[in-house]
C-alpha cells in the first residue's frame, strides 16, 4: 500500500499545494517522497528558525551594519547635545535673572548733557555732566575719591579721571551756580599734571547719597591732549567696589557747537563785583591808615575855633609834640607785643569751607609758582586757610585757597586778610559757608 503523499516538507515545514506532483520541496529543495528522511532527523540550524510560509533569509552585509550602527551614535550624539544645550538655556535665563536682579537697588547713572568752554573757535567741551540716582530701595552711596572711580575715554584719549588735590579745591560744588567752584575744578583740569578732574555737587549735607535721592557729578575734560570736539563719541566708566555697583555710560557731542556769547564770560566777573562789596565796604574802614592822622586833623579845627585872633602858635605847639610822642610810643608797641595770639580750635567737618580763586600779583606781575598764599583772622596765631600759587590756567587764575571753619571762631561778620608770602595785601572778605568767590591779590 502506497503511503500518502506528506502535506508538508519535513525539513523546512513549508505546507504543500493540495495537488504536489513534485519530488522535492517547492521551497528548501529537500525530497518530498516518503523515503525521505522522517521529521525527526536532524534540521540545519539555518532552516529550524524560519518561521513557517517566511522566505528564505538573505545574508546582511557588514558595512550596512557598520553604517547603520555609525548613523545611531550620531542620532544618539544629537539628542544628547540638543537636551544638553536646551538645559544650560534654561539655566543661564536664571542666571541671568538673579545677575540683573539688584539693578532693582543698584544706583544708576545718566549723561545730562556737555558744557561749551569760554568762548573761543573752535568751540571745545569743557565739562560733562552727569547724575547718579540712588534707588528708593538701595542703601546709602558714599561719593568720594576714595569710594568712586572713573575713566574717560574718547577716539583721541585714554584718561583716568582725578579727583582735586587736597589743599586746592574741596571737590564740591554747592550748586550749578557756584561759579568758583566750576571754575577752579576747571583750572586744574587744565594744569599740566592733570587731563581730567572731577567734581561732585554738594551742597555739604548729602553725602553719602541717601536712597531716593540723586545727584550730579561734573566730568572736566578741558585739559585732554586732543580737546572734545563737536559730534565726537566719548564713553565713561564708573567703578564703585564698596557698593558692588560699575557702569558705562556712551555719550556723543552735538553734531554742532555754537561758541559761548562774549556777554557770557564775564561770567567771573559778576563773581568778582561779589568780592569787591568786602574791599569797598572796608573802604570806610581804612581808618586803620588813618588813626596816624586823627591827632592832625582834630588839632587845626580846634585852633581856628579857640583862638581866632593871633596866638594859635603856642596851642599848635603843644598838641603836636606832647600827645604824639606819649600815645603812640607806649600804648601802640603794648597792643602789639602783648597780645597773645591762640592757637586754633580743631577744625568743624561739619561746615564746607569758603573757596576763593584768582590771580596773585606782585608789582603787577604773576608771583612765582609755589608762593605761599594764606589766609588770616585777627587773634589767632594760626591760619585759617593756605594754598601754593600753580602754573596760570586759561582763565588766568593761579590760586585758589579754602578757608575752613574751625570751632565757631568765624562768622559772616569775621574779616578774613589774606598774605601773598609773608606780606599783607590788605585785602579783607567775609566768610560765607560752602561759598565760592573770586578774589584776586596784589602786594606792592
Known sequence: MQAAAPQFCPYCGRRFPPVHQYRFCDSCGQPTVSSAPSPQAPIPSSVTTQPVGASPRTKVNPLVIMVAGIALIAVIGAIIYLSAGLLNEGTSSKADSSATSPSATAPNARIIGTVVQKPGTPPEIDYIVITIDNPASGTPLR????????????SENTEKVSYPPAGRSSGFISNGDDKASISTCSDIAKQPTYKAVWCYLNDGTSNPLAP??????YIFVGGLSAPLMEDSAFRIELEHPSANWSQTLMGQTPPHLEPLPTTEAPAPTVE????????TTEAASPQPTQPAQPGIIFTPPSLPQGQPTAVPAVPVVQPTAAPQVGPTAAP??????????VRLPARNVQQRPHV???????GGQLVPTGTKITVWIEGYA?????????????????YSVMVYQYGTIISSTSSLSFHIGKQDTGQVHAWTQGGGSILDLTVD
Do not use: H, M, R, W
Open 356 to 362: 576763593f580763586v584768582g590771580t596773585a600779583k606782585k
Open 272 to 279: 568778582a563785583v561779589s568780592a569787591t562789596p568786602s574791599p
Open 382 to 398: 594760626d591760619p585759617v586757610g593756605e594754598s601754593t600759587t600753580e602754573v596760570p590756567a586759561a582763565s588766568g587764575n593761579n
Open 212 to 217: 531716593g535721592k540723586s545727584s550730579d557729578i
Open 332 to 341: 601802640q608797641a603794648q597792643p602789639t607785643a602783648t597780645p597773645t595770639l
Open 143 to 154: 561719593v568720594s575719591k576714595d569710594d568712586l572711580t572713573i575713566f574717560y575715554q574718547d
